[in-house]
């Protein structure tokens, strides 16, 4: 374990070095970023312009809840967005057989490995969004509020990583997948919404099926308090069964994995 | 106790075929036909510690699908093998801890940065103490000649250099099986003799066991002792590269200078007459008694200089896979 968070801070100083390096590619994700963000609380501040709640949720509870799923995709573009969308490169050039044969995990190794620095300057507005909607809803930042949120964050990375792996894992039948990535931001896209705006069959997909929604509701219900146990409860059964089950969809893509030419 | 064990080991890759044009490709979608190939079929062998052996056989042979299984990286389909006492497809870190494997078409060096870079991430990922890893990189970079370049960005290096660099990252853990997939594929002639004798000597000095493939006749026969032959997945020459020409070869070339121009009806019959000019004449004569009817030519033909030659390596070998393909 520790030698594996030891790998992880090699990974992410290399990438620092790399990104110094090519600072155009740099400067350009990181605008692209903030024009997005931008974008989306936009977005929000007229829809609120005509309305005052939207699904039961207020302009301040809805900017925490763009707030939440900006930092968690902030997050996962760092840590996920490089390594997924090479994946099925690895597998369609056979550059997997590199991770293939070190003494270190192999999964560990293809999904995060590569980072993107940048997006860890775009979380600076998404938090300081969370502060400003905290500082509307008249709420304190309590330790059981800041430590619950943080780590009910960290679970919602881990079902985000899972979920979007498995649709990287398609390219072991697939083989040439790359459209498929832009069906994670699709999906990731629903979260943003008030949880309440969706019905019916939408809702039991997206919280059942491909759990998306609960990734950024749970967290901020919990700080916003109106969660319930069952809640958190479910994430946490999810991103467990999701870790495994991704476990054995790699293992099994492995056996098929046929290793492109030379 | 061999260190690699292999016995009727099997690959068979499965593919569809897909007839060319876009209704074709739609068709596909539902209904596919599903082909097999087999690219190693019941293939078995063994290598000692310390051996240098030579995987040889055209392009599509089957020779990298066997390396890659013996660093487990593909399952084989059927069959066995072993390395260093492990099964290479469990991929054990213990296992992976004691073998490399450099693909001369798949670089583990990262592209964008300093090769050292990678170089200290090898050591992590390998656990190498501190002072060995400083030992084995001054070794490696001086037998190399690699100083200049190991803070240079590996994009920027040539691509000599760049193999010298995947060998040294390849190396740093002191591995006791090494796999070569065409290590000189690319190189220039004096890069490819350089690397040659590089592999030559680290084989020698650190007894390490090295597995090598190469379509270059050149590479084999500089390198390994032994040498297998592969061609369509079967193995149908095991043995040391002498032997084979042997085997192989029922003639000898014979180049000849005349102190005065000579005739064609003058050269003996058994001569094969392959190039003549009046004063000059290369020939084949029958390996068998070559000794003989060579004293026989020196006697009748006013001969000024006179060589005998093994016919070249990649003819032998042109040579087996053409009377391999001939339907026995």
């Known amino acids: 374990m520790q030698r594996y968070i030891r790998l992880f801070f090699r990974y992410l100083s290399t990438d620092i070095i790399r990104e110094a390096e090519f600072r155009g590619g740099f400067f350009l994700l990181l605008v692209s970023n903030l024009i997005e963000f931008t974008v989306t609380v936009a977005f929000f501040s007229l829809l609120y312009g005509s309305v005052p709640t939207v699904g039961g949720w207020s302009y301040p509870e809805a900017l925490f809840l763009v707030a939440t799923y900006s930092i968690i995709g902030n997050l996962s573009g760092a840590f996920f967005l490089r390594n997924f969308a090479r994946f099925s490169e690895y597998i369609r050039t056979g550059l997997l057989d590199t991770f293939l044969t070190k003494p270190v995990d192999a999964q560990f190794a293809a999904t995060l490995r590569y980072h993107a620095i940048s997006n860890l300057i775009s979380l600076l507005p998404s938090v300081a969004l969370l502060m400003i909607s905290l500082h509307r809803l008249g709420l304190t930042i309590t330790v059981v509020n800041a430590v619950g949120y943080v780590l009910l964050l960290v679970l919602g990375l881990i079902i985000v990583y899972c979920l979007w792996f498995a649709i990287s894992l398609l390219a072991f039948w697939l083989t040439q997948i790359n459209e498929l990535q832009e069906l994670w931001f699709s999906l990731y896209d629903f979260a943003r919404y008030p949880p309440p705006i969706y019905d019916g069959g939408v809702r039991i997909l997206f919280t059942f099926v491909i759990p998306v929604l609960t990734v950024v509701a749970v967290p901020t219900e919990f700080f916003l308090e109106h969660t319930q146990p069952a809640a958190i409860g479910y994430n946490v059964a999810i991103a467990a069964t999701l870790l495994i089950v991704t476990r054995l969809l790699w293992k099994v893509g492995l056996r098929r994995y046929a290793s492109a030419s030379s | ?328």
């Open chain 2, 1 to 328: 106790m061999p260190i690699i064990e292999v016995r009727d080991l099997s690959k068979t890759y499965t593919y569809h075929r897909k007839a060319p044009g876009l209704w074709n490709s739609v068709k596909s979608l539902f209904k596919r036909q599903t082909l097999t190939t087999e690219a190693v079929k019941r293939v078995s062998f063994t290598v000692e510690a310390g051996e240098l052996v030579g995987f040889l056989g055209p392009n599509g042979a089957g020779k990298t699908t066997t390396l890659k299984m013996l660093a487990g990286i593909l399952y084989p389909t059927t069959g066995e093998a072993r390395v260093l006492g492990y099964v290479p497809w469990e991929r054990k870190a213990a296992y992976q801890k004691q073998f490399s494997i450099v693909m001369g078409q798949k670089n583990q060096l990262w592209w964008d940065l300093p090769a050292m870079e990678s170089f200290l991430l090898n050591k992590e990922i390998y656990e190498i103490p501190e002072p060995q890893f400083k030992e084995t990189l001054n070794e490696l970079t001086e037998l190399l000649d690699l100083h200049e370049v190991l803070d240079v960005q590996v994009r920027k290096l040539s691509l000599g250099q760049r193999m010298k660099a995947e060998l040294t990252a390849a190396l740093l853990h002191r591995p006791k099986v090494l796999f070569l997939d065409e290590p000189t594929i690319g190189l220039d002639v004096v890069a490819q003799q350089k690397m040659r004798e590089f592999i030559k000597a680290y084989n020698q000095q650190q007894k390490t066991t090295i597995m090598l493939t190469s379509h270059y006749m050149e590479d084999v026969a500089a390198l390994a002792q032994r040498v297998i032959i592969i061609d369509r997945g079967i193995i149908f020459y095991d043995g040391p590269l002498t032997g084979l020409a042997a085997k192989v070869h029922e003639h000898k070339t014979v180049r000849m200078t005349f102190t005065k121009p000579v005739a064609a009806t003058d050269l003996p019959a058994f001569a094969h007459i392959i190039e003549r000019t009046p004063t000059t004449a290369t020939v084949r004569i029958p390996r068998k008694d070559s000794a003989r009817r060579t004293a026989e030519m020196l006697k009748t033909l006013p001969i000024d200089d006179i060589t005998i030659e093994e016919e070249p390596i990649d003819d032998v070998i042109r040579q087996v896979f053409l009377n391999h393909a001939q339907p026995a």
